[in-house]
């Protein structure tokens, strides 16, 4: 078995959702190939530590903010490597071809330019993934309330809804879907089905959401384009992360009214629950969309809301 090698690799991101790649110089391992700046951790570095110096050694910037994001392996020829990857979303600089035989800003669903190394698959679908996810509460609020909320906010700019009406009835749910489904394809936006609830004659043409439950039952992956679950334990994520799925929820982060009395999980506890998983984890649970800077800051691909989405 190869010795594995830790890789330090960095998502620069800017306002517009564009990252930067780099193509390898011809003397490397797969010349001509386009990655994500980093490079190895060094003896006695922790990996922000070998990202920052990376940095500075291959694009001539100084990193001011790093958000740990993804952890993946992947088993070169030549190497087993595993990738720490960070977002920078702050620097001091412009970035420099010092090592690269160029440089260029692409973003996920339009990528550009190829071919990307091998393990950077995975990488480049989560960066599609978009940050906010609301969560449907027509049962509560009303269906013509929803609609009508749900309209607003993807005018705003949502791009990612879970449907989960567990209270509503059948009939009336399977209309409401329908209508959910046409809104989000409308606007260009994934509209996902949670599996809890699935009714003859709606598909679930984006993707569907497991709940926790289902989730731990499960021996493979279900079909779809994107798959994800909610969690509650550190057990309950590595399923998600054995099953190869495509993101996580893990919540509640903060009280809610959803869950009076319960102890909260806090962000702390957040960071460490998700520390070095190689999926997308969305946080859940008395958030509004202010909290989007300290969520990432603590390892949130994004965030997940029930209310805070339709406010």
Not at 8 to 33: C, E, K, M
Not at 107 to 135: D, S, W
Not at 154 to 167: S, T
Request: hydrophobic fraction near 45%; aromatic fraction near 6%.
């Amino acid at each position: 078995m190869k010795k594995i090698t830790h890789v330090a690799a960095a998502v620069i991101t800017r306002p517009d959702g564009s990252f930067l790649l780099g193509q390898r110089a011809p003397d490397t391992f797969y010349p001509g190939y386009w990655e994500f700046p980093g490079g190895k951790v060094e003896a006695g570095e922790t990996p922000r530590e070998a990202l920052v110096r990376e940095l500075r050694e291959e694009l001539g910037i100084e990193v001011e903010t790093t958000n740990a994001w993804l952890t993946r392996e992947h088993v070169y020829e030549h190497a087993h490597v595993r990738l720490h990857f960070f977002e920078v979303p702050q620097w001091r600089g412009e970035p420099q071809a010092l090592v690269h035989s160029a440089l260029a800003w692409q973003q996920a669903a339009t990528l550009a330019v190829g071919p990307m190394l091998p393990a950077n698959g995975p990488i480049l679908k989560a960066l599609r993934l978009p940050r906010v996810m609301g969560v449907t509460q027509a049962a509560q609020v009303g269906v013509k309330t929803q609609l009508a909320a749900l309209d607003r906010a993807l005018a705003k700019g949502l791009r990612l809804v879970q449907v989960r009406e567990p209270d509503m009835p059948e009939a009336a749910r399977a209309a409401f879907i329908r209508d959910v489904q046409a809104r989000c394809a409308k606007a260009g936006a994934l509209c996902l089905l949670n599996a809890a609830e699935s009714i003859p004659g709606c598909d679930a043409t984006d993707g569907v959401h497991l709940p926790a439950r289902l989730l731990m039952q499960l021996s493979s992956r279900p079909a779809g384009e994107w798959v994800g679950a909610s969690c509650h334990t550190r057990a309950e994520l590595e399923k998600a992360a054995e099953l190869g799925l495509d993101y996580a929820l893990l919540g509640h982060v903060q009280q809610t009214p959803s869950h009076v009395g319960q102890p909260d999980l806090g962000w702390a506890r957040f960071a460490e629950l998700t520390a070095e998983l190689p999926m997308p984890v969305f946080a859940i649970g008395g958030l509004a969309p202010d909290d989007m800077t300290i969520a990432r800051a603590h390892g949130a691909h994004g965030m997940a809301m029930i209310r805070g989405a339709w406010a």
